[in-house]
């Protein structure tokens, strides 16, 4: 009989609902200190998820949730590469 591969899951900081991990965009705290977007997801430090959806992003800004998920600020260029991001995805 054949193993059922489990595919990983992680929960968007935006909508609050657990999706699989690589229908999502990581955002990583580096052990430096900088926050980026991880493309590779492999990138090491601090990691939150969030969809690929403005709504999503725009929820996740509102109630300071991606600030908390990471423990810094989230700076405002940062914020419009995200943006910038997802656009381009839709």
């Known amino acids: 009989m ?19 991990k690589k229908q999502l965009i990581r955002i990583v705290r580096t052990p430096d ?3 980026e977007i991880d493309p590779t997801g492999k990138k090491s430090g601090r990691g939150a998820y969030i969809c690929p959806d403005l709504a999503c992003l725009n929820k996740a800004l509102q109630g300071k949730r991606l600030d908390k998920a990471l423990q810094r600020k989230i700076s405002q260029e940062l914020v419009e590469e995200l943006r910038k991001g997802l656009v381009r995805n839709e």
């Open 33 to 35: 200190d900088s926050v």
């Open 2 to 20: 054949a193993k059922v591969k489990k595919i990983p899951r992680r929960m968007c900081v935006g909508c609050q609902e657990m999706k699989p």
